[in-house]
């Protein structure tokens, strides 16, 4: 995805809201990598990601709850898998997911999200030192649920910073239709849909459909059929490959269609273009 982050701004960012509100607070890429964190990785989780199936653990309670609040367009609050509160924003540029904001972890001072009790459950369930785990979770700060609430109208403020006119986050629309046009390139023999590059691409339909106007003067679905043709074209002049072969390696799923299709552009059936392009 071509995104660039101007880590030296989001730092100072992120930092003054570590300062204000006493929360760690980590920016993660579109794929969930981490680009830059603030504040000290807190002791209960480092004692949790000792052992690398609970990492793994974290790592896919990030992902789902991440995702959920890409889905939803919206923060998402939830206890992780490890019984802590944590806060997860979405940061979209163009309505397309660039990043994730997450803060936390802390604790909830009604209980809702986060208790003693629950942390002896996850010790009998992974097996844990209850002594240990209940020494570092009584060190994570506690937040009411208004301060909370506030922590995250200023996060989302944060977020419109970020993606605003200081563009701390950019996305390069020429950047991704190159690589959507090397994408369809290189699976031409596959079933390519709008939906299948959105969901490739992490973009929205409409979004998706402006980058082909913008970029490719065309549709999607039309300039998929041209790159398919093309590709035919090649395969007929270039190799001895059966026209039936040709049909389903540029993903022309019905051979009939291919025929009519090929046809139907170019004046001649595909055996007829061969014939003539290979005497010139």
Request: net charge negative; charged share 30%.
């Amino acid at each position: 995805m071509p995104i660039s982050f101007d880590v030296k701004k989001l730092d100072r960012l992120l930092s003054a809201y570590h300062r204000c509100f006493n929360i760690t607070v980590t920016l993660f890429d579109h794929k969930l990598n981490c680009v830059t964190h603030t504040g000290e990785w807190a002791d209960y989780c480092m004692y949790i990601r000792e052992d690398e199936r609970r990492s793994a653990l974290c790592h896919e309670c990030d992902i789902k709850h991440s995702f959920e609040s890409r889905d939803i367009h919206d923060t998402v609050k939830y206890t992780c898998h490890a019984g802590i509160c944590e806060i997860v924003a979405p940061v979209f540029c163009d309505d397309i997911i660039v990043a994730y904001l997450m803060i936390g972890k802390f604790r909830d001072a009604e209980k809702d999200y986060t208790s003693e009790e629950m942390i002896m459950d996850i010790c009998d369930k992974y097996g844990l030192d209850k002594t240990r785990m209940l020494d570092a979770y009584r060190s994570l700060p506690v937040f009411d649920k208004s301060y909370i609430d506030d922590a995250v109208l200023i996060l989302q403020s944060c977020i419109s910073y970020i993606v605003g006119t200081e563009e701390v986050i950019r996305f390069n629309r020429p950047i991704i239709a190159r690589l959507i046009s090397e994408y369809i390139e290189e699976h031409i023999s596959d079933k390519i849909t709008a939906e299948t590059l959105c969901d490739q691409f992490h973009v929205a339909r409409h979004i998706l459909y402006d980058i082909f106007d913008k970029n490719f003067n065309t549709t999607v679905q039309r300039y998929i059929a041209d790159k398919r043709l093309d590709t035919a074209k090649t395969l007929l002049i270039s190799t001895d490959k059966p026209l039936r072969q040709i049909s389903d390696e540029t993903g022309f799923s019905d051979y009939n269609y291919f025929i009519n299709f090929f046809k139907k552009e170019t004046g001649m059936p595909p055996h007829q273009y061969r014939k003539k392009h290979r005497e010139i």
